[in-house]
C-alpha cells in the first residue's frame, strides 16, 4: 500500500500517467463530458479518460459491478452503496414541433399537452418515471402515447410531427434539436438533479481525484456565466 501511495503522488505531481473512468447517459456524455474531457485532456495529456455512455438506469449498477470511478447522470432509486453528490439542477420542458400551435405560448401546463400524441421515454427510464409520476398525480392522461427508449428516437419524432415530448432542459444543446421547439413547463415547474455518483467504498487515485475537482470547477463556472 505505501508504494501503491507514493507511485499515485508521482503521478499527481508529474499529470504524467493515470487513468479515469466515468458513466454517463448520451445526453449528459453529449452536452457536458465531452466538451469537459476534451479540455481536460489538452491540460493533462497524461491522463487517459475512458467515457461508457449507457442507459441512466444502468449506471448504479455497473458501478457496483465494475472499475468505474463515476457515474453523472440523475439522482434517482440509487442503493446505500452509491452516495451523489448534486452538481446541477434543470427542468423538464416540453417540446414541439417548429409549427404546433402551442409554440405561441412562452410557458405551457402540463394540462395543454393533453389532447396531443405524445412521446414518452420508456417506464424503465428514470427521466421516463419522473415524468409519468408527475402526469400520474395531475391526472392528465393522453389519448395516443409512444413509448420509445433513446433520446434521439423521441427527437426525431417530436421534429416530423408525430406529437409532443418532456424531456430535461440540456437536451436542447443536443445537434438533432434542432428545429424543435422547448417550453417551459409551469404549474407545476419539475426539476432534474443531476449528481455525480461513486461507489462509497471506492477510493480514487489522485487522477481520478484531479479529474473530479476539475469537472465539478467547470460545471459550477457553467452554471455561474463563468
Request: proline share 7%; charged share 20%; aromatic share 4%.
Amino acid at each position: 500500500e505505501g508504494e501503491e501511495a507514493v507511485r499515485h503522488s508521482k503521478e499527481l505531481t508529474s499529470h504524467q500517467r493515470g487513468r479515469v473512468s466515468i458513466a454517463s447517459g448520451t445526453v449528459l456524455s453529449s452536452s457536458l463530458l465531452i466538451p469537459f474531457i476534451a479540455l481536460f485532456q489538452q491540460r493533462y495529456p497524461g491522463i487517459r479518460v475512458e467515457l461508457l455512455d449507457m442507459a441512466e438506469q444502468d449506471i448504479s449498477r455497473r458501478l457496483e459491478q465494475e472499475p468505474i470511478d463515476f457515474g453523472l447522470g440523475t439522482d434517482w432509486n440509487r442503493p446505500d452503496t452509491i452516495e451523489a453528490h448534486p452538481v446541477m439542477q434543470d427542468q423538464y420542458q416540453a417540446l414541439l414541433p417548429h409549427h404546433h400551435p402551442l409554440t405561441a405560448k412562452a410557458q405551457i401546463r402540463w394540462h395543454d399537452l393533453a389532447a396531443h400524441p405524445f412521446i414518452a421515454l420508456s417506464s424503465h427510464s428514470p427521466l421516463g418515471q419522473a415524468i409519468q409520476r408527475q402526469l400520474t398525480a395531475l391526472d392528465i392522461r393522453f389519448a395516443q402515447v409512444h413509448e420509445v427508449s433513446l433520446h434521439t428516437t423521441v427527437l426525431s419524432m417530436v421534429r416530423h410531427g408525430l406529437g409532443l415530448a418532456i424531456l430535461p432542459a440540456n437536451t436542447q444543446s443536443l445537434p438533432e434539436a434542432a428545429q424543435i421547439i422547448f417550453r417551459p413547463l409551469k404549474s407545476p415547474v419539475l426539476p432534474r438533479q443531476v449528481s455525480l455518483l461513486q461507489l462509497r467504498q471506492r477510493s480514487l487515485a489522485p487522477a481520478a481525484t484531479l479529474f473530479r475537482s476539475e469537472l465539478l470547477a467547470h460545471i459550477k463556472r457553467q452554471h455561474s456565466g463563468g
